[in-house]
């Protein structure tokens, strides 16, 4: 119980080689406590060693399977390691599903594995319980940047044909505040339509 004190005090202080070795102490006394298994967890985190970290939550959810550390930081390892499928999985545990950080997990996620339309999902459910969650409006700014970026991406050339569609685009790069980007997409439109209302007023604001 003290080696366990000592170790979180010490983790707290950032001390954590200290602390490492404390956790580490318990397991050896045959104690094979969860809180010696979140402190290491925290500390290869910080050590970025995310095989280490993983490991650990493997263990714990051996003899725990519900445990909601556990399957957590397991995601977050995952998705470090850009095992996004598995990352995944760990974010929709039928029994943890719903909570907040689960739900950024699996935004965040999705957004990797191309599924924006889940991602956007998955965000808005945060921000409707808190519409000023700051993390979920970022999950859903970035959605809308991605999406944004495949629009602009699908307008290679601006010509006559596709002038409306390049026109809804400008008021989108602006609010994202990607103002070069905006300024060079209004001198394309403006010298094939020099007096066109939407490009001009676009260019002033």
């Given amino acids: 119980f003290l080696l366990l004190k000592r170790g979180n005090l010490r983790l707290l202080a950032g001390q954590l080689l200290e602390a490492k070795g404390d956790f ?19 500390i290869h985190e910080c050590f970025q060693d995310w095989e280490r ?3 650990f939550c493997q263990t714990i959810l051996n003899e725990y399977p519900e445990n909601a550390f556990a399957v957590l930081h397991a995601g977050w390892a995952c ?4 095992r996004f499928d598995e990352a995944l ?3 929709s545990h039928k029994d943890h599903s719903s909570r907040r950080e689960m739900i950024l997990g699996r935004g965040w996620t999705l957004i ?32 809308e940047r991605l999406k944004l970026n495949e629009h602009l991406e699908a307008i290679p050339f601006i ?8 026109l809804d685009l400008l008021p989108k790069l602006r609010e994202q505040g990607r103002i070069t980007e905006a ?4 001198d394309t439109l403006l010298s094939l339509e020099p007096l066109n209302p939407i490009a001009i007023s676009e260019r002033a604001l």
């Fill in 53 to 55: 970290s993983l490991s």
């Fill in 112 to 143: 990797r594995l191309k599924d924006l339309a889940g991602a956007r999902q998955a965000f808005e459910e945060i921000t409707t319980l808190n519409p000023l969650d700051q993390e979920g409006l970022g999950g859903i700014k970035e959605v």
């Fill in 79 to 82: 998705f470090q390691m850009k």
């Fill in 89 to 91: 999985k760990c974010y």
């Fill in 159 to 166: 010509g006559e044909t596709n002038v409306k569609q390049a």
């Fill in 24 to 42: 580490e102490k318990v397991l050896e006394l045959g104690k094979n406590h969860p809180d010696a298994f979140y402190g290491l967890i925290k």
């Fill in 183 to 186: 300024w060079q997409l209004s």
